[in-house]
């Protein structure tokens, strides 16, 4: 069974920053992409951030050069550095990865921890 568990977020000022987690317990199976989309108030869910199990990784065009996405594959353990936060950065962010079972690649989201900025 595959369980995603988030921490780290929480309030902060505008320009201050935040660091996300999220830990991945996938049994014997292989996590392919991590990632972290977002869900602002009112609005639909967008990507944030994701990255490769061999590191590469895309942003949004919102949050590049602010925040960077990172891993540690032998933990199945993503971060989200967030620097430079702006009120509209105000969302709840899920954690999203993609599990191999040997037979499909499967998405699996976690519940998702809130970000609020604001002075």
């Known amino acids: 069974q595959v369980r995603l568990e988030e921490s780290g977020g929480g309030s902060a000022q505008p320009g201050g920053s935040l660091r996300l987690s999220c830990a991945a317990s996938?049994?014997?199976?292989?996590?392919?992409?991590m990632g972290w989309y977002r869900e602002p108030p009112g609005k639909s869910r967008e990507l944030v951030a994701v990255?490769?199990?061999?590191?590469?990784?895309r942003y949004a065009d919102s949050v590049r050069g602010r925040f960077t996405i990172s891993r540690d594959n032998a933990k199945n353990t993503a971060y989200l550095q967030m620097d430079s936060l702006k009120p509209d950065d105000t969302a709840s962010y899920l954690c999203?990865?993609?599990?191999?079972?040997?037979?499909?690649?499967?998405?699996?989201w976690g519940r998702g921890t809130q970000v609020f900025v604001s002075s």
């Open positions: 999203m990865a993609k599990v191999f079972d040997r037979v499909v690649i499967t998405a699996h």
């Open positions: 996938v049994g014997v199976f292989e996590v392919t992409d």
């Open positions: 990255i490769s199990a061999g590191g590469g990784a």
